[in-house]
């Protein structure tokens, strides 16, 4: 059996990555003769088998030949004819379209590893054009790799400003787009995902209310970047560095700020009430993307309560316990924590101002910590029950807070 490892794989082995999961490419072969060697069958659109010891995934080496609109429009051609260059021909971009056999040698037709010494990301061949899924896949990979100085070949910029106009990206399904845009926030700059887009004509079909966010002023002194896009980018590679690989906390620091392309321009670079116009839009992008329900909350929370936290030094203690219970903090007490990270990646993702100090992010903490520490037992006592109770631990609540700030 003519077996090769393939893909992501061997690309980050070329660049010095620790390996994510192995994916094998086999020649040669047909179903029947992989369940015979003790495969199993998984693959519903074409054949991969799981090894029946490693269980790494094994696909038989396969062509695709475009057949309608889309990304589903494909058809499947795998059978022992297909040879390995074939197969490796139908791949997304050069870096992708490499093979190592199990002698360690390197099977390159399409110069992907001079592609990753010169950091270029370049599609395979005229296919590429195929298949609208294939923008964001670049703009993911790029969020993935820019830090390693990664840019798109002009030529692939080229071809993707081609797909976007073409109005095939409309066709893909909610579900790829959220998941190209999770992948895209676990990265370490997810900026680069929305400046890919936006270079090649996509953002505005795709994410639609970030797309709208750029060309917005914002009052200088307390945005040196001035323009409300970039600060979006800044923003999300702050979150990127805070919370590394959390996309519930990337994506609430996506969308905190949406309701800013919603300004009136005569009031500009003011942005009077910009919280609670972005809970529209953003409710209107976690509809379309079926974005999952603690994604959504999160981004919510923060939508409207981020400059409540900004200002929470000036707060009254009994404002303090609002904002805390609004947040469903009593009940679900991360989200006090997890707001708390995204606003200090609002307040650090600005121009010159990455690593100022956020305290307000440790005080909200501390004052959460110090009421949610109140139980309903600390102040139950003889005929207190119903409203009565619950007021006797609100007051109770605000107590703590204010006992907290003084013993600060």
């Known amino acids: 059996m003519k077996t090769y490892l393939v893909g992501g794989a061997v690309r980050d082995r070329l660049l010095g990555l620790p390996p994510g999961d192995n994916d094998h490419v086999v020649v040669g072969e047909t179903v029947d003769s992989m369940l015979a060697a003790g495969f199993k069958q998984v693959g519903r659109d074409f054949p991969v088998f799981l090894h029946p010891q490693s269980s790494e995934e094994y696909a038989l080496a396969r062509t695709e030949r475009k057949s309608g609109r889309g990304y589903h429009g494909f058809e499947v051609h795998a059978d022992p004819s297909v040879t390995l260059e074939n197969d490796l021909q139908r791949r997304d971009f050069t870096i992708n379209a490499i093979a190592q056999d199990a002698d360690g040698t390197i099977i390159d037709p399409f110069g992907g590893a001079n592609d990753i010494q010169a950091r270029v990301l370049r599609h395979v061949g005229p296919a590429f054009g195929e298949d609208p899924l294939r923008v964001l896949r670049a703009a993911r990979f790029m969020a993935r790799f820019a830090s390693l100085g990664f840019v798109v070949a002009p ?26 845009l999770q992948r895209a926030l676990t990265s370490l700059t997810p900026s680069a995902f929305l400046t890919t887009l936006r270079d090649c004509g996509a953002l505005a079909q795709v994410l639609p209310e970030i797309d709208a966010l750029y060309g917005v002023p914002q009052r200088a002194e307390y945005h040196p970047e001035i323009d409300t896009g970039i600060h979006q980018q800044l923003v999300s ?110 307040k650090r993702g600005r121009a010159g101002l990455s690593e100022v100090d956020y305290p307000q992010g440790r005080e909200l903490i501390r004052l959460h910590a110090a009421a949610v520490s109140i139980r309903g037992s600390d102040v139950a006592g003889e005929g207190v029950e119903g409203p009565a109770l619950g007021d006797a631990i609100r007051k109770a609540r605000i107590a703590a807070i204010y006992q907290a700030r003084k013993s600060l």
Do not use: Y
């Open 155 to 180: 030529e692939t910029m080229q071809r993707m400003r081609a797909m976007a106009a073409s109005g095939e990206l409309g066709e893909l399904v909610p579900e790829r787009v959220w998941q190209e």
């Open 237 to 346: 590679d702050m979150a990127a560095r805070l919370a590394p690989g959390d996309t519930v906390i990337g994506f609430a620091a996506l969308t905190h700020d949406l309701g800013k392309a919603l300004t009136p321009k005569d009031v500009l670079p003011k942005h009077i009430a910009h919280e609670q116009r972005g809970l529209a839009p953003l409710r209107v992008m976690c509809e379309r993307l079926k974005v999952p329900g603690e994604h959504r909350a999160l981004a919510e929370i923060a939508c409207r309560e981020h400059l409540n936290v900004h200002r929470l030094l000036e707060l009254r203690d009994e404002t303090v316990h609002e904002l805390i219970a609004r947040c469903d903090g009593f009940r679900k007490p991360e989200r006090i924590a997890q707001l708390a990270l995204v606003c200090e990646a609002d």
